[in-house]
């Protein structure tokens, strides 16, 4: 079974910057990797996503301002996000995913806590 341990969460004022990280073990053959996330009182939605070719697609609002990326030698996934707004303040988790584009995720994992403030 995968395990997605993140890391890298905290508070940080409107316009800064944070990178998330990601320990992934397990077989995860099937899937992609990518993050996503849910504020409080809302739907968990998808932010960013990476496909096995290295290729990468986001979700609307964080293009231009966030980046996945991933280190394949230490099974590590990331996300750097620049320009933060407090509408970025969530919980993000790291999660396996339907290829292709697709936010439909499978596993994720305890997710770390994100605080925007203006």
């Known amino acids: 079974q995968v395990q997605l341990a993140e890391s890298g969460g905290g508070s940080v004022q409107a316009g800064g910057t944070r990178k998330l990280s990601c320990v992934v073990s397990g077989d995860y053959s099937g899937y992609c990797l990518g993050w996503i996330r849910q504020a409080e009182g809302k739907a968990r939605e998808g932010v960013a996503g990476?496909?096995?070719?290295?290729?990468?697609h986001y979700a609307e609002s964080m293009k231009g301002r966030f980046t996945i990326s991933q280190d394949k030698s230490k099974n590590i996934l990331y996300l750097e996000m620049n320009s933060l707004l407090p509408s970025d303040t969530a919980m993000y988790y790291c999660?396996?995913?339907?290829?292709?584009?697709?936010?439909?995720?499978?596993?994720w994992g305890q997710g770390t806590k994100v605080a925007v403030s203006a």
């Open positions: 990476i496909e096995a070719d290295g290729s990468t």
């Open positions: 999660a396996t995913k339907r290829c292709g584009g697709s936010w439909l995720v499978r596993f």
